[in-house]
């Protein structure tokens, strides 16, 4: 079943009050993650052929990899501040942070990492996601490609028909698949950082403790966090427009929240999707584009 959109809310508005659809994510999109998620800092085996992914995210820079077949094969992962909202606001932090990761995987891996690909929000302008560009290349790594995030995002699921929402950090883009293909793409501030100030002013702790604890999953905060969620699915609803959608796919490191996935489809009424390890997605599909 489709639903169509009308006025800031209209039809979905009262089925958000009526109901919770949650289908499966695909059984290869699962699988894939779970088998992602196990080559944190160790690769899976040996491969001649590999293709890396640079994500500079806002709370933290991830390197991936995945194999000729487009297997998962490593991934590591630094905190970093230097990038705000897909922008790159603090340039010799980012390569250096890039840099470190490089090492570290040049001696995981037992070879150089001369290329890969990074993205950036859709929302962004070309002239600031091409600082995403120039910090590889200072970095040492070569950019072949420069892809928005929730085109990776698609390299990865290969969804048919729906909507992908990539909650970031500091934005939240959408991308509508019809087809297989994508064909809109917006994006709009706020993410995982207003979630983390939420917790943090609950909470009465810092930012960066309510940000680890968030990710971490190992307690509850949904029932704190539900205010925050739904200015996400607005956003999301927003986005959507007047485009008849079937389902909304969660990613992004910002939604690992349990239950962020009923939380969006209440209030929107679309059937919604979270994913294991859902922050992982964006990345290993950098690696993938």
Known sequence: MAFALSGEYGTLGMLARTRSIQPSPS??????????AMTYRAPVCSSDALSFGVDLGTATIVLTAVDAQGRPF????????????????????AVTAVKQLKEAAMSALGRDIAE???????????????????????????CRHLVDEV???????????????????????VGIVSGGVIIALDDEPGGGHHLDLILAGALGIPVEEAEKRKRKGEQDYSHILRPGIERIASSIIRQIGDHTVQSIHLVGGAVRVPHADSIVARFSGIPTTAYPHSELVTPFGIAMS
Do not use: K, M
């Not at 995002?153 to 883009?173: C, E, N």
């Open 74 to 93: 490593y991934w590591d992962s630094l905190p970093c501040q230097a990038v705000r909202d897909g922008v790159v606001v603090n340039f010799a932090d």
């Open 116 to 142: 890969a690909a990074t993205a950036f929000p859709p929302g962004v302008p070309q002239a600031e996601a091409r600082a995403c560009r120039y910090v590889l290349e200072n970095a040492g790594i070569t």
């Open 27 to 36: 059984h290869e999109a699962t699988a894939f993650l779970e088998a992602a």
């Open 151 to 173: 085109t990776a995002a698609q390299a990865l699921l290969r969804l048919i028909d729906g909507v992908i929402v990539d909650v970031g950090g500091g934005s939240t883009g």
